[in-house]
């Protein structure tokens, strides 16, 4: 890398490149959105489904980064 480039970040390329893995989790979690729509209590909502998603994300990224890492 040259004194004048911007260090890139691995994470990103490696989240994009885990997503496809996980996207059972995503379409669960589209299903929430859809259900929880008309909901005007505001009681409803798909946290858990949005964190299922991104675990699964994480947990496919982990040894990749930290392989890089090292």
């Known amino acids: 890398m040259l ?14 490149r885990c997503k496809p893995k996980c996207v059972k989790y995503w379409v669960e979690y589209g299903r929430c ?20 998603y991104w675990s699964c994300v994480d947990h496919c990224v982990a040894p990749k980064l930290f392989e890089k890492l090292k």
Not at 3 to 16: G, I, L, M, N, S
Not at 37 to 48: F, I, Q
Request: proline content about 6%; charged content about 45%.
């Open 3 to 16: 004194a004048d480039e911007e260090p890139v970040d691995p994470k990103k390329y490696y989240e994009e």
């Open 33 to 52: 959105i859809d259900r929880v729509k008309g909901d005007e209590s505001g009681h409803k909502h798909c946290t858990g489904q949005y964190f299922d």
